[in-house]
């Protein structure tokens, strides 16, 4: 019986959509900022606020340390966010080390955490996701993971924020991280010596595969005149791409047709071949 001559090309058009639509992969690209002593840092991260220099500070240590005196309730979140982008799976983790917060009598929790923000297409903001150590009004000490999404009612502006909230003891140091695989985010906290493999996954939300314009490392005394000093360090990104430029998955379309194109060329080539030898066998 000779072989259908539609095998090739089904064969041919299934690595095509493959070579096409396959983007996760290996996480080969990492940034380890664990022995970046103070102004190092700089090279990866902007820092907000630049100009007060007693709300945010550096010290010649590998890692970053904020201190927050309760006069300054109104500054909002103090960062550092990043010059690059992330994009594919990714790992991103860091410690904290001397938290210690007395539960603030008002506003919404104060918190030290990691955050991961993306783009629309039009370029608006897209799904902002933060994992944060923290102490709340009523609640006291846990761990807080909260999406943001823009808002999309008519004559709404800004971001709707979602808050989840998770126990944890009165320990001053601890580690957290964010994973993505591919469009699921998961929520790790655990032991600082831990890897992010040994740590205990307290959240698995819906996410999205697009790259990740900011990562941001950062400290918020949530509109509450209470004074945090913590030291974060052992930042560490592992990703299928890092870069300060735009990503390959992001570029233009020709990019993604050329590796179909050759892949399809050569699945042709082994295709014919294949079809002629069973062919001339039969």
Request: charged share 25%; proline share 6%.
């Amino acid at each position: 019986m000779r072989p259908t001559p539609f095998l090739p090309l089904l064969v041919t058009f299934a690595l095509l959509a493959a070579a096409l639509t396959a983007h996760a992969g290996p996480m080969k690209a990492v940034l380890d900022c664990s022995e970046q002593k103070g102004k190092l840092l700089d090279l990866h991260f902007t820092r907000y606020p630049q100009k007060p220099q007693t709300i945010f500070r550096q010290d010649d240590l590998p890692g970053v340390r904020f201190w927050l005196p309760p006069e300054a309730k109104d500054i909002g979140q103090t960062m550092l966010y990043s010059k690059f982008v992330v994009a594919g799976n990714f790992e991103i983790s860091m410690t904290y080390d001397g938290y210690s917060v007395e539960p603030p009598k008002s506003g919404y929790g104060v918190s030290v955490g990691i955050a991961v923000d993306t783009e629309n297409a039009d370029g608006k903001p897209g799904i902002r996701v933060s994992l944060a150590r923290g102490s709340f009004v009523g609640r006291g000490d846990g761990y807080a993971v909260t999406v943001g999404t823009l808002k999309t009612k008519k004559g709404e502006r800004g971001i709707d924020y979602k808050e989840t909230n998770f126990e944890t003891d009165r320990s001053k140091k601890g580690k957290i991280a964010l994973k993505r695989v591919r469009d699921k985010l998961i929520c790790l906290t655990g032991d600082p010596a831990a890897p992010i493999d040994d740590l205990n996954e307290i959240a698995k939300i819906k996410f999205t595969d697009s790259t990740v314009k900011k990562v941001r490392i950062y400290a918020d005394q949530g509109g509450s005149p209470t004074q945090l000093d913590v030291y974060v360090s052992d930042l560490l990104v592992r990703a299928e791409e890092i870069t300060y430029q735009i990503p390959a998955r992001d570029q233009p379309g020709w990019f993604w047709w050329l590796i179909g194109g050759i892949t399809f060329l050569i699945a042709s080539v082994i295709a014919t071949i294949v079809y002629r030898r069973r062919g001339n066998q039969s």
